[in-house]
């Protein structure tokens, strides 16, 4: 199937065209024409499978064939879509790829999130919006300064809406979903259908169509992953020695607290290795700037907490490195979905010490398969070291309330060709990325 087949405007199709994208995912291929016929949509996909696209192209298409509000005059566009998510990461790249497929449209976007100063924001909305992308906090922020109107919104997009369940927007969606026009178009997309989920769904949703473009449970052969046995204080000397020998020019490396990014990055400017770490505590400048860099290849290593990764969307990133553990299964899932996008290879290392293996033994149960392991000559861990307890400490990028695996993976069908932003591709690896979230970063999604 191509993008042609689908209904989409020819200043859409040019704009994909541009990216030299021809073939759609398959979350593309079954979303965009349902909400094309103004349907709600309850769609189970995960990031790294295109689905972003799957909702901005129908949208920009309803849009812009709707004439009854004039191009011609900013000044009194209101809001037609707003687009949900739960961190400003993600919020940034899906008004990015708002713009990417509507730069032939005469229509604008915005996008909104806290960490940065409102007053731009308000200027903007001043001037007149078509679509808005927001995180929760800082939509509320603006209702309660009525410096927003959502009384035209014709289109509302949840995205990634179980980790705006985990991560305690609840109240804050409810809020937002009174105060916009109960005749309008809902899409709602979630990694998982839980029971949280199910029930958000059955009250937002009217006779929706459903897709879930594969079962819970299953798998599909995205991303080799690979387990280092190593001792605990030879961790960096390895991470090190990794990137050194097999001469990784690109590697997004995960540690459990903001503290040990930190460290771990001075270490690694020691030995001559360029990187940089962005967790809660970083500013919303120094995020965008280290995410600007390690995009465009002159960051060699982004350190990151599980939070602050969030949206991190690179379709040819070779390389994960769990530096620690997650303590919560879920979380080593989607890490190593930053990987093996776009029918792109990918691997995901990671280092394991002695404190660490039942941390293991719950990520394998979670995932229903035994890692590989292999020891790296020179770094052979000491068959007598004993665990020690590992401190878990809340607002570095954990569970403050760990939940239990709340299923499995929505599994991705396997197609040669990757649409927008991602999609499936070789049989080259082991596993299927899926997203789960963690607590909140920033207070209410700022």
Known sequence: MSFTQLGLSEAILRAIADHGYTSPTPIQAQAIPTVLTGNDLLAGAQTGTGKTAG?????????SNNTAVPSNNKSKRPIRALILTPTRELAAQVEESVRIYGKYLPLTSAVMFGGVSINPQIKLLQQ??????ATPGRLLDHMQQGTVNLDQIEILVLDEADRMLD?????DIRKILAALPKKRQNLLFSATFSDEIKALANGLLNNPATIEVARRNSTVEII??????VDRDRKHPMLSHLIKTKQWSQVLVFTRTKHGANKLVEQLARDSIGAIAIHGNKSQTARTKALTEFKNGTLQVLVATDIAARGIDIDQLP???NYDLPNVPEDYVHRIGRTGRAGANGEAVSLVCVDEHEMLKNIEKLIKQSLPKEIIPGFEPDPHARAQPIQ?????GHHRNPRPPTGGVVKVANSRSAGPRGGSGSKTAKFSPRSNATHRSGGRGK
């Open 167 to 171: 991560m305690g927007f609840i109240r």
């Open 128 to 133: 007149g919006v078509d679509i808005l992308v």
């Open 224 to 229: 080799v992953q690979k387990i280092h046995p």
């Open 319 to 321: 390389h994960v490195v």
């Open 55 to 63: 909702f901005t192209l129908p949208v920009l298409h309803r849009l």
């Open 392 to 396: 878990l400490r809340s607002g570095n």
